[in-house]
């Protein structure tokens, strides 16, 4: 133990006595926070800016529809003519257009509602919302106008009875929290990647001390080469757990990104990854013959698989295909598990991918004793 115990303390103050190792170990976690912030922040839910060109005149039932996007909340509705429209959503003015074509009231009268465009270049996004308001209200007017049968005098009573709304309607505005959660998955991500690359540097150093010849040094002393690589792991988990806490408090009490996860449920998840991280690591290390070999063997690895896994940006815009594949990576179960947590669900019932966290953990220890094991040759260091 007491072997154990100098080899943690000699390995925590050679890594920390250099200051770029500060930067790498805790300042990149945080500057992944920072892009996500950078890249989200600005992706707020704010009053969308619709412009309508109304071709129809001054028929009652086109001045109300026209009145009714203008009382909708988060919408700004501009009157102006399919010229200006036009140039307005191109410049990025206007985030959408509505054109009402000569013969719309006539024909949502009649029950068929018709000669009504939706234009964006910004997508469904955008035109989801006022579609379905509009469709919501048109319709109803357009179940009128079916039932009247042509009965003009019947439709005017009816729809006259409709627009007065003598019932009294509340409403609450709820705060929009997706950009939140969306910039804390992207931050995790980041912190993954980062604590998979400081893992690898971090048992990088065994190649390192086998090639400055410290190796067979320490095992001519009392210190056996298992409490040597256990040593290194449990420095390895130190600097770990050390990321994630940081990290977190940071993103919480610094920048004020809210994950709507609890520091445990948060922490323990993290730590679960943080050991097949370490069981990587080693792995990677075992498979190398020099530090140079093991930093290329990181990158082939480490920066696909996040890639694949929905660590630089949202696994949504992913085609099916790539997200079967990501299924195979560590980083898309630990992924997974936080948006499931964001999303309500109790770390218990995620038993699954703590399972398959703890598989792929496993796995790859029991690969990198197995290397270790067989790899005898230490003539190649000397």
């Not at 090639?211 to 067979?216: D, S, W």
């Given at each position: 133990?007491?072997e154990?115990?100098?080899?943690?303390?000699?390995?925590?103050?050679?890594?920390?006595?250099?200051?770029?190792?500060w930067?790498?170990?805790?300042g990149?976690?945080?500057?992944?926070?920072l892009?996500?912030?950078?890249?989200?922040?600005?992706n707020?839910?704010?009053?969308?800016?619709?412009?309508?060109?109304?071709?129809?005149?001054?028929?009652?039932?086109?001045?109300?529809?026209?009145?009714?996007?203008?009382?909708?909340?988060?919408?700004?509705?501009?009157?102006?003519d399919e010229?200006?429209?036009?140039?307005?959503i191109?410049a990025?003015?206007?985030d959408?257009?509505?054109?009402?074509?000569?013969?719309?009231g006539?024909?949502?009268?009649?029950?068929?509602?018709?000669?009504?465009?939706?234009i964006s270049?910004?997508?469904?996004?955008?035109t989801?919302?006022?579609?379905?308001m509009?469709?919501?209200?048109?319709?109803n007017?357009?179940?009128?106008?079916?039932?009247?049968q042509g009965?003009?005098?019947?439709?005017?009573?009816?729809?006259?009875?409709?627009?007065?709304q003598?019932?009294q309607?509340?409403?609450?505005?709820?705060?929009?929290?997706?950009n939140?959660?969306?910039?804390?998955?992207q931050?995790?991500?980041?912190?993954?990647?980062?604590?998979?690359?400081?893992a690898?540097?971090?048992?990088?150093m065994?190649?390192?001390?086998?090639?400055?010849?410290t190796?067979?040094?320490?095992?001519?002393?009392p210190?056996?080469a298992?409490?040597?690589?256990?040593?290194?792991?449990?420095?390895?988990?130190?600097?770990?757990?050390?990321?994630i806490v940081?990290?977190?408090v940071?993103?919480?009490n610094?920048?004020?990104?809210?994950?709507?996860?609890?520091?445990?449920?948060?922490?323990?998840?993290l730590?679960?990854?943080?050991?097949?991280?370490?069981?990587l690591?080693l792995?990677?290390?075992a498979?190398?013959?020099?530090?140079?070999?093991?930093?290329?063997?990181?990158n082939?690895?480490?920066?696909?698989?996040?890639?694949?896994?929905?660590?630089f940006?949202?696994?949504?815009?992913m085609?099916?295909?790539?997200?079967?594949?990501?299924?195979?990576?560590p980083?898309?179960?630990?992924?997974?598990m936080?948006?499931?947590?964001?999303?309500?669900?109790?770390?218990?019932?995620?038993?699954?991918?703590?399972?398959?966290?703890?598989?792929?953990?496993?796995?790859?220890?029991?690969?990198?004793?197995?290397?270790?094991?067989?790899?005898?040759?230490?003539?190649?260091?000397v």
């Amino acid at each position: 133990m007491k072997e154990m115990v100098w080899l943690i303390r000699k390995t925590l103050a050679g890594t920390f006595r250099s200051k770029r190792n500060w930067f790498i170990y805790l300042g990149l976690p945080i500057i992944g926070v920072l892009i996500s912030m950078f890249l989200y922040s600005n992706n707020s839910s704010g009053a969308l800016h619709i412009g309508i060109v109304n071709k129809d005149g001054n028929q009652t039932i086109t001045k109300d529809t026209i009145r009714f996007l203008e009382g909708l909340n988060h919408m700004e509705v501009i009157v102006t003519d399919e010229e200006t429209l036009s140039s307005d959503i191109a410049a990025g003015k206007l985030d959408s257009g509505i054109v009402i074509d000569p013969g719309f009231g006539a024909s949502v009268r009649e029950g068929r509602p018709d000669h009504i465009n939706i234009i964006s270049v910004k997508g469904a996004q955008v035109t989801t919302y006022v579609k379905s308001m509009l469709q919501s209200y048109i319709a109803n007017v357009a179940v009128i106008g079916k039932e009247s049968q042509g009965d003009d005098a019947l439709f005017n009573k009816i729809y006259a009875a409709y627009t007065q709304q003598s019932y009294q309607l509340s409403a609450e505005t709820l705060k929009d929290t997706s950009n939140t959660k969306t910039m804390t998955y992207q931050s995790i991500g980041f912190l993954v990647m980062f604590m998979m690359f400081s893992a690898v540097n971090m048992s990088e150093m065994i190649l390192k001390e086998k090639e400055n010849r410290t190796f067979l040094r320490l095992l001519s002393s009392p210190v056996s080469a298992r409490t040597y690589v256990l040593s290194n792991v449990v420095v390895n988990g130190m600097i770990m757990l050390l990321q994630i806490v940081i990290t977190l408090v940071v993103m919480k009490n610094v920048f004020h990104i809210d994950s709507g996860i609890s520091y445990g449920q948060m922490i323990i998840s993290l730590l679960l990854f943080a050991l097949t991280a370490i069981s990587l690591s080693l792995m990677l290390v075992a498979f190398a013959k020099s530090t140079s070999g093991a930093g290329a063997m990181q990158n082939l690895i480490i920066t696909p698989t996040c890639l694949l896994a929905g660590c630089f940006f949202p696994m949504d815009i992913m085609p099916d295909t790539i997200r079967k594949i990501s299924s195979f990576t560590p980083q898309h179960w630990l992924l997974d598990m936080i948006n499931k947590l964001q999303q309500g669900q109790e770390l218990g019932s995620l038993y699954l991918n703590m399972v398959i966290l703890i598989a792929f953990a496993t796995v790859f220890a029991l690969i990198a004793i197995y290397r270790f094991g067989r790899n005898n040759d230490i003539r190649q260091f000397v």
